[in-house]
Each structure stands twice: as C-alpha cells, then as structure tokens.
C-alpha cells in the first residue's frame, strides 16, 4: 500500500478525535465509533505524528515480532485475530523422543531451504536506517530469522535465538545450521524430491507452509525416511536448532540485559508482535511500570495494547518508511 493511502486512511480514522500525546494513558471513549466497520483499527490510540514526535526524541528500543518478517514471505504463527494458526513443537516433545526429534529435523529440512532464502524487507531497512540515524539504539527481536543483521543493524538481541546455529543437548558442541544442512543432504539423497512428488500429487504448494521457525508439514511416511542429523563430536542424535522453543525458557541474562535496556531506554517501540508471549510482552510491562512510553504498530490487536500510550494498526513497511521520510533521515 502506497504512503498516501496510509496517511489517507489515518485521516479518516482519527478525524474528530482528540490527538493522544505520548505518554498518556489511554482513556476508552477513543475505541468505541468505529467498532463495527475498523475493526482492525478499533484499538488504535494516537496518531501518525504522534509516533513521529516519540521517535524524533531519539532513545527507542526496538522490540521487534514475526509481523516485521511477513513481508519477507515468512508467516505469522498467529492470523489477524491473534489466534494461533499452527502449534510449534515443545522442547518437552523435541527432548522427550528420537522420533519427534525425527519428525522436527524432516520437516525443518525442507522449509529451511525457504526460509534461508528469505531477504530482508522495507521495515528492517528502515529500522536500520532510523538506527544508524541516531533515533533507535538496541534492537530486540522474537525473530530467529536474521533478517535484521542482513539488513545491516547492530546491537540485535535475539530473545529467541537463531535458527543460523544449532546445538547439541548431550555435549553442548554448537554448529552452524548450513553445514548440518549440507551433512542432512549428503544424509538423505532423493529426500527433496521424494518430498516434491508428494506434495504435486496433493497439488499443495509447500512454499506456503513453511512457518515462522523454518517448520512446515509433511506427511509420517516420508518423515519416517529421514536420517536425522547426528552429533560430530559425540554422536548422539540430540541437536537442537538454537532457538527457544514453546515451553523452554529465555536465558536469564538475556533477560535482564533487555530489562536494563527498557528501563534506560526514552521509549519502546513494538513492531509487528502480538506479545501474545510472555517474552516479549514483560518488557512491554516493564517499560510501562517505569513510566517509558510505550508505542506499538501491528496489523493485529495485542496483549500489550492497556499498557501502550500510542497504538497503530498499520502495515509496517508502509508506516516505517513514512516515519523515515517525516524524520528526514538519509537512506
Ligand atoms: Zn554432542
């Protein structure tokens, strides 16, 4: 969607509403009107110059979700409602079974090759360029994709880790997610093209399915084909991509590096997460707790929406590059 059709549609929206300075509290009479024809933008609190005075202060940390990767092809664990699409594999099951760990590497085989692929987008230049600006320090991110570093920022911490490494749960040995690609080919020659037939022969695209952690489905019979990657140095079948899964936890000093960050930081900037999880949304009660203002831009209704001063339900590619262009920063 064109900038224009952005700034249009903000018009329409927020015309007759008082305008919400930063840092205000929300008060509920701003949500009721148009309820029932927006209601992707029913919660929005604030406007576009709003989210313009905020960051030109400089001081944002970035809390960044799958939403910002979308535009890159990789999908949202959880549709426009906030409801959860898929469910991912718990570490409970990854650690518990040879062949969960089976069914996890198969399936990761195939929709890493696509999720490798992926490039950077609008919004992750764009945060790039308001970084290297001044405007925003440390970048954190529920993402394991990588694509902010591709796009060029530094200070990125990766709540969740990144599917660029694995490792080992017997020996700790960690390795990097291209070689073990490579020794997974080597491992299961024809596999790809066993998995290509079967999906043709149901028509399924299966570039569509490949899910934020780089899964996708696939079908027991071909799984049960698959050799799955062992160890090098001790030989066990128990590597690990080194992200967090559902049900493990965030490493603790990574936690509190990100508390600290909040608390220093002149305001926090969510872009593109439901904060759905508690891994990212405690930093968004945190923020609040310590007065920090709190800014949100999502296509989708948040948990953390109560604690936010300024909300935007917006395409964020669009709105980054308006926010770039209103803050006259370089590219
Ligand atoms: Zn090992």
Redesign the pocket.
Known sequence: MPVADVMVRRTRTYAGTVTQPPGIPARGATRLATSRTLPLEVSDLGTFDDLVDLVSGGGVVVLSGAGLSTESGIPDYRGPDGTRRVEPMTYGEFAGSSEARRRYWARSYIGWQRFNAAAPNTGHRRVTQLQRAGFVGPVITQNVDGLHQAAGARDVIELHGSLDRAV??????VTSRIGLHERMTQGNPGFMDRFAAAAEAVGSQWGEQVRPDGDIVLADDLVETFHPPR??????D??KPDVVFFGESVPREVVERCFSLVEQARALLVLGSSLAVMSGYRFVRRAHREGVPVAIVTRSATRGDAEASLRLHAPLGDTLDALVEALHVEP
């Not at 080992?168 to 040995?173: A, F, I, S």
């Not at 160890?231 to 066990?236: F, I, K, R, T, W």
């Open positions: 080992c749960l017997t020996c700790g040995e160890c090098l140095v001790c030989g066990h128990t590597v």
